[in-house]
């Protein structure tokens, strides 16, 4: 039984590991309660990762793999702080004025927030009770986790859509594609607003049939608020030697400007509303 410490503030860039290692692989957690999870950190001044000021939780575990990910040091629970939801909302309830007076809110990252489904949903339960703005990111492959009452409390979802293309998806993840788009057709057949996020990496994901896959994907989806290209960029290489992990981008250069605006010009012209 890992041991509850401290909730620590920081920035998603900062490298933490072993704080929890008797904790539990993550693709075998459980935990029907909630009332105990793991994170790696929190920021209070986030323009985002979502609407207004956010603050914004980080929790660990993750069962993809990407090869980009600039933060591998939240993919296990192990390298996550063991701590009290109650703990986490005593905290966010110390911003909670603050953040309703500017339409801000809480958002949970990570990691991926669904392999901690009932601690998350704890705090975001909490959050809705301080009438504050939730929003959760995450890849979607477990959305099939995410029942109604889940979705209840969650005023925004930031999902991430690496690619249309079934082997592009793999070679990116490790994983398979069809449950991210399953988990998007849901969202836009109940109308939960959805922010659409597509990572940019020159020579992997910037083919223009798998760009223009997800635009058309998307563009038909009425509750997909925008779509947001982000440009891939090295900021995380340094956790990828710190951890022993062998890292495959350390070559790729960010996208080029002119990269960027022929990416946001197929989604434009597919009919969403791309930044």
């Not at 979502?50 to 660990?60: A, D, E, I, K, M």
């Not at 489904?117 to 986790?145: N, P, Q, W, Y």
Request: net charge negative.
């Amino acid at each position: 039984m890992s041991t509850p410490g401290a909730l620590e503030s920081g920035s998603r860039h900062d490298l933490r590991t072993g704080a929890s290692p008797d904790a539990p692989d993550e693709d075998k957690f459980k935990d029907e309660q909630g009332a105990y999870g793991y994170c790696h950190s929190y920021e209070t001044s986030s323009r985002y990762d979502g609407p207004g000021l956010r603050v914004v939780l980080f929790v660990s575990g993750c069962l993809l793999r990407c090869t980009y990910c600039h933060n591998p040091d939240t993919w296990h629970l192990k390298d996550g702080t063991y701590v009290s939801a109650e703990q986490v909302l005593r905290r966010l309830g110390e911003f909670a004025p603050a953040l309703r007076s500017i339409d801000g809110g809480l958002t949970i990252s990570g990691g991926e927030a669904m392999v901690q489904l009932a601690f998350v949903k704890r705090i975001f339960a909490g959050a809705k009770e301080m009438g504050l703005h939730t929003a959760i990111e995450t890849s979607g492959f477990l959305g099939d986790r995410a029942d109604d009452s889940f979705l209840s409390v969650v005023d925004l979802v930031l999902l991430d859509i690496k690619s249309s293309d079934p082997d592009t998806y793999r070679r990116v993840t490790g994983r398979d594609l069809a449950p991210t788009l399953r988990f998007a057709e849901r969202l836009a057949s109940i109308g939960k607003p959805v922010w659409v996020r597509f990572t940019l990496v020159p020579g992997l994901t910037d083919d223009p049939a798998n760009v223009e896959g997800i635009a058309r994907f998307v563009a038909p989806m009425k509750n997909v608020e925008w779509v947001e290209v982000q440009p891939f960029h090295q900021m995380g290489s340094f956790k990828w030697k710190a951890m022993g992990l062998d890292y495959k981008h350390h070559d790729t250069p960010p996208p080029s400007r002119e990269l960027v605006n022929r990416v946001l010009g197929q989604f434009r012209d597919a009919g969403c509303r791309a930044r």
